[in-house]
């Protein structure tokens, strides 16, 4: 399992799509931390201080924690965990799920992905924007790939009787992720259960229920 992730791995990096992300005008800018200085993305470290460690991440071959209400675990591979990756305009996940787990609704403001299931069956699909608010979606068996375009919400759910793993690229070191449900009934502050029932049709005390969930 170890040996064909990282050979997944090694694939989805060489194969992924161009860049979200401007181009680097230079070898590298290795990701600074705790830089005070305010850029478009993350100050540049001293190049003659970087090694070999801030291009490595290690620990994809793991199983992600999956008990949670979601029944899923996302492990990300960004700049914030490798920081050799700023202003190359890709990024990883493994992403873990239980059997009928779900990778919830969820968008990345700033890149595609593409998916590869490396075990298990996933139900895989996107929406497309307004006014058609049309699903896109696929059963993807071992070895099958599915690509979400930018800022398009998008889900996986295992719809197997054993666990599923998958990884996905991305074409953003940073991509974001703003997970739909987390966002709409758990901001900080709350939106207005007024609002929130207009919008879902549902009474008040639904959405106030829905609420202290999150």
Known sequence: MAKSVLLICSLGLVFAFAAADNSSLQDFCVAEAGSSVLVNGQACKDPETVQANDFSFSGLHLPGNKSNPVGSKVTPVTVAQLPGLNTLGISMARIDIAPWGINPPHTHPRASEILLVLE??????FITSNPDDRLISKILQKGDVFVFPQGLIHYQR?????????????????????????????????????ILAKAFRVDKTVVSQIQSKF
């Open 120 to 125: 298990g069956t996933l139900e895989v699909g």
């Open 158 to 194: 295992n719809t197997g009787y054993g666990n599923a793993v998958a990884i996905a690229a991305l074409g953003s070191e940073n991509p974001g992720v703003i997970t739909i449900a987390n966002v709409v009934f758990g901001s900080m502050p709350d939106i207005s259960v007024d």
